[in-house]
Every structure is written in structure tokens, then in C-alpha cells.
T-cell receptor, first 114, second 111 residues
Framework: DADVTQTPRNRITKTGKRIMLECSQT?????MYWYRQDPGLGLRLIYY???????NKGEISDGYSVSRQAQAKFSLSLESAIPNQTALYFC?????????????FGPGTRLTVL | ELKVEQNPLFLSMQEGKNYTIYCNYS?????LYWYRQDPGKSLESLFV?????AVKQEGRLMASLDTKARLSTLHITAAVHDLSATYFC???????????FGSGTKLNVKP
């Protein structure tokens, strides 16, 4: 089984709808991240969390919110989806490995907002 | 904010040729990561470079880090079609709390 899972894998929705993307991990890592990927822009950080009580905004948090329900679960919400939020969304965990922090990515969620 | 620039953004090359992808970053960091992404797939970790002068090799790929120049390179030796993918570098910043990604280099190796 995959260590970092995301649901749903694909979602098509309409402008104004509320959407939640979920991420679960079995790696036991405290650090979790949400990124979005747009063509030609690499990955941009939306939110990150170092434990259940520690939530931080990334560089593009406007229009998004998150919830860290447990060490293993980190959800991303779009309260009122808009078309320019159409993108590929990745969840990642991070831990100290051999002297350096390393990230482990989920399979991604492709979101289309019509 | 830390900026990461990769070049080239697109690279089309013949099998058997050598080439280098460059990753420059704007502020001091000694943690540099290279990832591979196949179309529609997630990111796969290739290399983690943890200090100045670090060099790592896996098959036809070799990565190096020069923290003084704020530069990492990913060198491809005798390219094969299976290496076709998008390659990203990322730098750890803010006391290793955040990761900043380059825009990616889309590599197409032609048979």
C-alpha cells in the first residue's frame, strides 16, 4: 500500500462549490504539506503543518484552508472554487533522513473547476 | 523569499548524447533535492544533496552541489529514451521548514 494517499484522484466541480481534498499517510511523519502544480510553474506551497496544532500558510494560501485532523491526516479545502484553481494538487510528508529532511509525495489530485 | 531557477526549461536530445541541467538558487542553503516526474504521475526522489561539494550518481544521472555558487547540476550521460521526463530541483529554506521548487526541465530523449 502507498505510504501517502490522496482522495479523490480526479475531481470535476463547478464554480462556487466547496471542495475538500484529503491526504493520509502511514509513514508516521509529523510534517505535512499541500502543493499545487501548474504547467511551467513547478510546485507552489499552499499550506504546511508540523503537528496537529501547528498550521502555517505557504506562498499561495488565499482561497484555501486546511485541517490537520490527526498526525496522519491533512485536508485541503476550497471554500468556493474558482476556475483558476484548476490544477494538480500534491500532498507530501517530510522527515529527517540521513541528516537531511526529505519529502515524500502522494499520487496527486487533478482538480478541474468549470 | 528563496527563488529557484532551472535551465533549460525544455531539452530535446538524441539517445547517446550527454547534457547538463542547471539549478540556481537565490539564498544560502546546503540542502538540494532532485526529483523526476513522469506525465500525470507524482514526484519521485532522485537525489538528496546535503553539503557543499556533494556528488551523487545513479545510473546515467549524476548530481552535484556547489553551495558557494548556489548551483546544482544534473548531468545526463549517454541518454536513453527511458530518461524522458520532467526533472525538478528543490531547495530547503527557512531552517529546512519549507521547500522551494524550480519550474522543471522537460526532457525528451529521441530514439
Amino acid at each position: 500500500d502507498a505510504d501517502v494517499t490522496q482522495t479523490p484522484r480526479n475531481r470535476i466541480t463547478k464554480t462556487g462549490k466547496r471542495i475538500m481534498l484529503e491526504c493520509s499517510q502511514t509513514k508516521g511523519h509529523d510534517r505535512m504539506y499541500w502543493y499545487r502544480q501548474d504547467p511551467g510553474l513547478g510546485l507552489r506551497l499552499i499550506y504546511y503543518s508540523f503537528d496537529v496544532k501547528d498550521i502555517n500558510k505557504g506562498e499561495i494560501s488565499d482561497g484555501y484552508s486546511v485541517s490537520r485532523q490527526a498526525q496522519a491526516k491533512f485536508s485541503l479545502s476550497l471554500e468556493s472554487a474558482i476556475p483558476n484553481q484548476t490544477a494538480l494538487y500534491f500532498c507530501a510528508t517530510s522527515d529527517l533522513v540521513a541528516g537531511g529532511f526529505e519529502q515524500f509525495f502522494g499520487p496527486g489530485t487533478r482538480l478541474t473547476v468549470l | 523569499e528563496l527563488k529557484v531557477e532551472q535551465n533549460p526549461l525544455f531539452l530535446s536530445m538524441q539517445e547517446g548524447k550527454n547534457y547538463t541541467i542547471y539549478c540556481n538558487y537565490s539564498t544560502t542553503s546546503d540542502r538540494l533535492y532532485w526529483y523526476r516526474q513522469d506525465p500525470g504521475k507524482s514526484l519521485e526522489s532522485l537525489f538528496v544533496l546535503l553539503s557543499n561539494g556533494a556528488v551523487k550518481q545513479e545510473g546515467r544521472l549524476m548530481a552535484s552541489l556547489d553551495t558557494k555558487a548556489r548551483l546544482s547540476t544534473l548531468h545526463i550521460t549517454a541518454a536513453v529514451h527511458d530518461l524522458s521526463a520532467t526533472y525538478f530541483c528543490a531547495v530547503a529554506g527557512d531552517n529546512f521548514n519549507k521547500f522551494y521548487f524550480g519550474s522543471g526541465t522537460k526532457l525528451n530523449v529521441k530514439p
